[in-house]
């Protein structure tokens, strides 16, 4: 069965402090796997990897790949009371089925 | 463009009502989904369609029903509400499947009492 585990659940940090979130993967024919943030409403797109190794980065927000081991990791530096969110990992299952998803971590970033 | 529209932004029924909520999408996606979010869960694939004509169930189907009539719409059913069903539910389009992510739709929150 196809599965995204991620963790932790839910974090707090002060702003400033770079934060680490985590998730592993099992899927059949792995092909991609994305990053979403979601705050009050609908979850918006923060990456999508493919490869190994290559690191993916928007502002101070980075993430990468290790297929060998079957996870990604998003990195926020400098955090933000704005990156307040829940962030979830998901993969496209076999075939042409949609996305699973993760249960999210909670980021709660304090001033 | 106006996105993945989803109506009603918030629901209250009571147990045995039905309900549809509705899905619009302007950007010629083939691919659609319905998944639901409740605390702890995640989102949890209810049904998917991969264009007009074509649904199929995700992980959690029962006591709901959808159909795809057209390319911009893919309604989903309630067939007879239980407080198991309250959540919130989101609608998610894209062009070519769920490898290169999806664009959601806002939301609607449902309360069954």
């Known amino acids: 069965e196809d599965k995204v585990v991620q963790s932790p659940l839910s974090l707090v940090v002060h702003e400033g402090d770079t934060v680490t979130l985590n998730c592993s993967y099992e899927?059949?024919?792995?092909?991609?796997l994305l990053w979403y943030k979601q705050e009050k409403k609908a979850p918006t797109f923060l990456f999508m990897l493919t490869s190994s190794g290559i690191e993916k980065k928007s502002g101070r927000l980075s993430s990468i790949l290790d297929k060998k081991e079957l996870f990604s990791i998003l990195n926020i530096t400098a955090t933000q009371t704005g990156d307040s969110a829940i962030y979830l990992c998901?993969?496209?299952?076999?075939?042409?089925?949609?996305?699973?998803f993760g249960k999210g971590t909670r980021l709660s970033v304090i001033a | 463009n106006a996105g993945v529209t989803q109506t009603p932004k918030f629901q209250v029924l009571k147990t045995g009502q039905s309900m549809t909520l509705q899905c619009a999408q302007d950007m010629n996606h083939e691919y659609m989904s319905w998944y639901r979010q409740d605390p702890g869960m995640g989102l949890r694939l209810i049904h998917y369609?991969?264009?007009?004509?074509?649904?199929d169930q995700g992980e959690v189907p029962n006591g709901y029903n959808v159909s795809r009539s057209t390319t911009e719409d893919f309604p989903l059913r309630l067939l007879s509400a239980a407080p198991s069903q309250t959540s919130v539910y989101f609608c998610a389009s894209s062009f070519d499947g769920p490898d290169t992510g999806y664009t959601f739709g806002s939301g609607t929150r449902l309360t069954v009492v």
């Open positions: 899927v059949t024919n792995f092909r991609s």
């Open positions: 369609s991969v264009g007009a004509g074509i649904t």
């Open positions: 998901a993969v496209p299952r076999s075939g042409n089925t949609p996305l699973v």
